[in-house]
């Protein structure tokens, strides 16, 4: 059965409002193979490529370059189409997802997947002389318009969809825009540098990449660079002050290679647990105050902290928490109603909190208790181990007892040695049986775990 989707775009007037109505034309809107690009030229490819849309349906945007993500992002808004943000990339995702939504469409560039003969393949946007470009009219949508339809990730079953109208995405953006100007020190007029290394089609990526340029003074790079040397290399590119939006992935790779950067006025990051000795390392080695992100695709992003510095996270601007026994409730300006979460928090009177882990990752053994995240980080601890992950396995038939799982890379370590360390770490009920050593963990795009590709790595070491 199709799902459908309402534009939401209201017949009355007052309730539209004009993405970059009222920006500096002339302002850098983005930066691609070393050109900037302005607003007007900007909203120029927006016309551009509204033209080869359908009349209806919803997009899946599939585009590569961000760039052309966000021109074909807006073109599709500007027809009142809805875009699509599955949890992944991968053929059976977007099947799926178009399954679901009939008059879904493909949006791609010239970079993305050829895989799919239907495709609207978009054109490179390569104009010799920007200023000669025809400029597009500001882009008109509904407050109530639906501006994206998030899927989570899968890491805890199966992807499940979030509506985002424009509102939604209006709100949220002056929440972000608040908290990093305030960290770069931004002065009026003046407009700081995008380079992000998570893909557009990510809900964070969305929020850090898509949308600060088009609600606030950023320009975005059109790349996603993924080698510590091409990351430097794009860095170097753009002019200060410049913001590497990334994750723990990425930065511990960026420290494993000893990769200079060009000077950073912030590093922010999120997708997976940023841990404090990391985050040090990192201010250390870049002198540049990193920002951890709080939030999720259900919620977008909702607190911040400096990690290096604090254990506990600072909520946005009018958000509210309201922390009970199975998770927490989180009310905003920015949310159409509240949304429920599985993170179990301590809110102390300032309004800052502390995680305390999921609902689903707490674990009560023989009376004990123990959680995911914490055996995780101890497992990744261990000297020799690159990346590890602990998880809880489904109950077998006829069972109730759902044990506890690991993957561990570990180049020169075994799996016995990797036991009888963490033994001295945790108590034995929580030792992970199986623990099978690979050769890398399955994350996606932005170094999460899906668990469907957990359970598929260990049955593969299994087999």
Same mark, same amino acid.
């Given at each position: 059965?199709s799902?459908?989707?309402?534009s939401?775009?209201?017949?009355?007037?007052?309730?539209?409002?004009?993405?970059?109505g009222?920006?500096?034309?002339?302002?850098?809107?983005?930066?691609?193979?070393?050109?900037g690009?302005s607003?007007?030229?900007?909203l120029g490819?927006v016309?551009?490529a509204?033209?080869l849309?359908?009349?209806s349906g919803?997009?899946?945007?599939?585009?590569?370059d961000r760039?052309s993500?966000v021109?074909?992002y807006c073109?599709a808004a500007?027809r009142g189409?809805?875009?699509?943000?599955?949890s992944?990339r991968?053929?059976?995702a977007?099947?799926e997802?178009?399954?679901?939504y009939a008059?879904a469409?493909?949006l791609g560039?010239?970079?993305?997947?050829?895989?799919h003969a239907?495709m609207?393949?978009? $054109?490179?946007?390569?104009?010799?002389?920007?200023?000669?470009?025809?400029?597009?009219?500001?882009i008109e949508?509904?407050a109530a318009q639906?501006?994206?339809?998030?899927?989570t990730?899968?890491s805890?079953?199966?992807p499940k969809?979030?509506i985002?109208?424009w509102?939604n995405?209006r709100l949220?953006s002056?929440l972000?825009?608040?908290?990093?100007?305030r960290v770069?020190g931004l002065?009026?007029g003046q407009?700081?540098s995008?380079?992000a290394t998570v893909p557009?089609?990510h809900?964070y990526?969305m929020e850090?990449? +898509?949308?600060?340029?088009?609600?606030g003074?950023?320009?975005?790079?059109?790349g996603?660079?993924f080698f510590?040397?091409?990351i430097?290399c794009?860095?170097a590119s753009?002019?200060?002050p410049?913001?590497l939006?990334?994750?723990p992935v990425h930065?511990?790779a960026l420290?494993r290679?000893?990769?200079a950067?060009?000077?950073?006025?912030a590093?922010v990051?999120?997708t997976? $647990?940023l841990?404090?000795?990391?985050?040090?390392a990192?201010?250390s080695?870049y002198?540049?105050?990193?920002?951890?992100?709080f939030?999720?695709?259900?919620?977008?992003?909702i607190?911040?902290?400096?990690t290096?510095s604090?254990c506990?996270?600072q909520?946005h601007p009018?958000?509210a928490l309201?922390?009970?026994?199975e998770?927490t409730l989180?009310?905003a300006?920015?949310?159409?109603? $509240?949304?429920?979460l599985?993170?179990?928090i301590e809110l102390?009177?300032?309004?800052?909190?502390?995680?305390c882990g999921r609902?689903?990752?707490?674990?009560e053994?023989?009376g004990k208790?123990?959680?995911l995240?914490d055996?995780t980080?101890?497992?990744?601890s261990i000297?020799g181990v690159?990346?590890? +992950?602990?998880?809880?396995?489904d109950?077998?038939?006829?069972?109730?007892v759902?044990r506890?799982?690991?993957?561990? +890379?570990?180049?020169g370590r075994?799996?016995?040695?990797?036991l009888?360390?963490l033994?001295?770490?945790v108590?034995?009920?929580?030792?992970?049986?199986?623990l099978?050593?690979?050769?890398?963990? $399955?994350?996606?795009?932005?170094?999460?775990l899906?668990?469907a590709a957990?359970?598929?790595a260990l049955?593969?070491e299994?087999?």
């Amino acid at each position: 059965m199709s799902a459908s989707v309402d534009s939401g775009r209201p017949g009355d007037p007052a309730t539209l409002f004009s993405l970059l109505g009222e920006a500096d034309h002339e302002r850098l809107f983005a930066w691609r193979k070393g050109r900037g690009i302005s607003v007007r030229a900007f909203l120029g490819d927006v016309a551009r490529a509204a033209a080869l849309l359908p009349a209806s349906g919803s997009a899946i945007n599939l585009c590569e370059d961000r760039y052309s993500f966000v021109v074909s992002y807006c073109a599709a808004a500007s027809r009142g189409h809805a875009t699509l943000l599955p949890s992944s990339r991968a053929i059976q995702a977007i099947a799926e997802v178009r399954s679901a939504y009939a008059g879904a469409y493909l949006l791609g560039d010239q970079q993305a997947c050829a895989t799919h003969a239907d495709m609207i393949r978009l $054109p490179e946007f390569d104009i010799d002389d920007r200023h000669t470009a025809l400029a597009g009219l500001p882009i008109e949508v509904g407050a109530a318009q639906v501006a994206a339809i998030g899927f989570t990730s899968g890491s805890t079953g199966l992807p499940k969809p979030n509506i985002k109208t424009w509102q939604n995405f209006r709100l949220g953006s002056r929440l972000n825009i608040e908290v990093l100007s305030r960290v770069l020190g931004l002065t009026d007029g003046q407009t700081a540098s995008v380079l992000a290394t998570v893909p557009a089609q990510h809900m964070y990526g969305m929020e850090l990449s +898509v949308l600060l340029p088009l609600f606030g003074p950023f320009s975005v790079h059109s790349g996603r660079p993924f080698f510590p040397a091409d990351i430097a290399c794009e860095l170097a590119s753009l002019p200060a002050p410049r913001v590497l939006v990334t994750t723990p992935v990425h930065l511990q790779a960026l420290l494993r290679e000893s990769q200079a950067l060009p000077p950073l006025a912030a590093i922010v990051c999120a997708t997976a $647990p940023l841990s404090r000795e990391l985050a040090q390392a990192v201010e250390s080695r870049y002198q540049a105050p990193l920002i951890e992100m709080f939030g999720s695709t259900e919620t977008c992003v909702i607190a911040h902290r400096r990690t290096a510095s604090e254990c506990d996270w600072q909520t946005h601007p009018s958000v509210a928490l309201s922390p009970h026994a199975e998770g927490t409730l989180v009310n905003a300006d920015h949310l159409c109603a $509240p949304v429920q979460l599985q993170d179990i928090i301590e809110l102390d009177c300032s309004g800052r909190f502390r995680l305390c882990g999921r609902n689903a990752d707490l674990l009560e053994i023989g009376g004990k208790r123990a959680s995911l995240a914490d055996l995780t980080r101890r497992l990744q601890s261990i000297d020799g181990v690159d990346d590890a +992950v602990v998880f809880q396995l489904d109950a077998e038939p006829g069972s109730e007892v759902r044990r506890i799982a690991a993957l561990a +890379v570990a180049p020169g370590r075994s799996q016995r040695d990797l036991l009888a360390r963490l033994r001295e770490a945790v108590d034995p009920l929580f030792l992970p049986r199986p623990l099978r050593l690979v050769a890398s963990l $399955p994350r996606n795009e932005t170094g999460k775990l899906p668990r469907a590709a957990l359970l598929a790595a260990l049955g593969a070491e299994q087999s």
